[in-house]
């Protein structure tokens, strides 16, 4: 018996084994808690962009340092990367 017949014959029984996925017990609050915090995130990043907005306004008038660039692009970016996650997150465990 060559050691690829017995890679094929252990192949093809694998191949018949039929696996239905099944959620785990309490998923549903756990996927609950996942959209409060998804809802926190996106207000949190809309918050983040009124006061970087308001602080450029503040600065532009009275003079000063300009922070409120960093601030306005930190919250772009940060919202970009948490509006991306789920995406990555669904191609990563769907394996595609």
């Not at 532009?60 to 990555?88: C, M, N, Y």
């Amino acid at each position: 018996m060559s050691t690829a017949y017995a890679v094929g014959e252990a192949v093809a029984v694998l191949a018949e084994i039929n696996i239905t996925p099944v959620n785990p017990p309490q998923m549903e609050k756990f996927v609950n808690l996942v959209n409060y915090l998804a809802w926190f995130v996106s207000l949190a990043g809309i918050a983040a962009l009124i006061y970087g907005g308001g602080k450029f306004g503040w600065e532009r008038w009275h003079g000063g340092a300009v922070e409120s660039p960093k601030i306005i692009l930190g919250a772009l970016f940060g919202g970009i990367i948490a509006t991306s996650a789920g995406p990555i997150m669904n191609s990563v465990v769907s394996g595609g």
